[in-house]
């Protein structure tokens, strides 16, 4: 039998455990993607609309879980979307509570994207990286550029590896280590600014910036995919 991924299995395993202790699904739902479902989807939804460009465009949102960021921005007409995540149950309740039949929401059990290349107009991993192995994300940020249209982002957040906030919310790794193998928590990790710039740059985009006293908790990276005369060569990068 093929083993499960890491994040497949433990975070089934953690979906699990939270049922245990919530009182209802929607807390379930909202606890599996951190909580604050509205306040900081709310704040992830200013963040992306600024960076969108101001005419209709399709964002991808991979590891949307329950809708935290879909949730806020289930009004904006200008907005096309695709979410993916690998938890149905998840996947069922961001479609439930946002309300767009023309928003399609997508359950995936590999880093393999269903979807056709140069497809979005932006694609976000908001505190996905900061679950997945080095490997994972080069697969990921590969598969980003591949269905991101010329011209079009990636914003990505990740706890970053030297910032003394990001440390404190660590346990020590044995914690962490006996807490995953109990699947109440699934793995974490923080990442170096320059690996992940690196990871970026092999995978074709160039990088614009990386926002570390955002408002979010964690980092944001931001990219870009070349634009079709850039990737001809006729302009400067
Ligand atoms: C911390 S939650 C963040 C959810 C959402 N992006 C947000 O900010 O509200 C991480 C999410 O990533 C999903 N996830 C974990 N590994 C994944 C993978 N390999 N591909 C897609 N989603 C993944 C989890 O199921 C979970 O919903």
Redesign the pocket.
């Known amino acids: 039998m093929v083993a499960q991924?890491h994040?497949?299995r433990e975070?089934n395993r953690l979906?699990r455990n939270l049922r245990k202790t919530s009182a209802s699904e929607t807390e379930t739902f909202e606890r599996?993607?951190?909580g604050g479902?509205k306040a900081?989807?709310a704040t992830?939804a200013k963040l992306i609309l600024g960076l969108a460009p101001q005419a209709p465009f399709h964002l991808i949102?991979?590891?949307?879980?329950?809708?935290?960021?879909a949730y806020a921005l289930r009004n904006e007409e200008r907005v096309s979307y695709t979410g993916?995540?690998?938890?149905p149950d998840?996947i069922g309740h961001a479609e439930k509570v946002c309300e767009r039949p023309d928003w399609r929401f997508d359950a995936?059990y590999?880093?393999a994207l269903p979807i056709e290349d140069d497809a979005g107009d932006m694609i976000?991993?908001?505190?996905?990286f900061?679950?997945?192995k080095p490997d994972?994300i080069k697969t990921?940020l590969s598969e980003a550029v591949r269905v991101l249209k010329p011209g079009g982002r990636i914003v990505a957040?990740y706890f970053d590896a030297d910032d003394p906030q990001h440390a404190k919310l660590f346990p020590p790794a044995p914690v962490q280590y006996l807490a995953r193998i109990l699947g109440r928590d699934?793995l974490r990790v923080r990442l170096k600014r320059k690996d992940l710039e690196t990871w970026m740059r092999d995978a074709g985009v160039v990088v614009e910036q990386a926002l570390t006293q955002g408002p979010l908790t964690q980092h944001v990276m931001i990219a870009r995919k070349p634009s079709t005369a850039e990737q001809n060569g006729q302009a400067q990068l």
């Open positions: 991924p994040y497949i975070y979906l599996a993607v951190g479902f900081t989807g992830q949102d991979v590891g949307c879980g329950s809708g935290r960021l993916f995540d690998i938890l998840l995936i590999s880093l976000v991993f908001m505190s996905v900061t679950h997945l994972e990921y957040s699934v």
